[in-house]
């Protein structure tokens, strides 16, 4: 089980951290990763971290404002985003592939006004 939280409305240029906590699997045994849907458009990529090695790869429309991070000991993801833009605008979802199946969380709201 994936729920995310930490979503909210923020004026252009500020700043918000989602938070993922993950259940019934051990984190760092699994790549994890972020993905965004805004109003009328197909879910994209956001941002993602490997479980061998740790690296982070990050969508062009996002690198240098948002981090990738996690904290295993606590299961839990995070997605710092900084320098927030009217296009980023979207319900946020985690997500993780297990054996095969992809899991995602229920999605966390992220508004920001102009």
């Known amino acids: 089980q994936l729920v995310e939280s930490g979503g909210g409305l923020v004026q252009t240029g500020g700043s918000l951290r989602l938070a993922c906590v993950v259940s019934g699997f051990t984190l760092d045994d699994y790549a994890i990763g972020w993905f965004r849907q805004a109003p009328g458009k197909e879910r994209e990529g956001v941002a993602c971290m490997s479980t061998t090695d740790g690296n982070t790869f990050y969508d062009d429309s996002v690198k240098g404002r948002f981090t990738i991070s996690r904290v295993n000991a606590k299961n839990t993801v995070y997605l710092q985003m900084n320098s927030l833009k009217s296009e980023d605008t979207a319900v946020y979802y985690c997500?993780?592939?297990?054996?095969?199946?992809?899991?995602w969380g229920q999605g966390t709201q992220v508004t920001v006004s102009s």
């Open positions: 997500t993780t592939n297990v054996s095969g199946r992809d899991y």
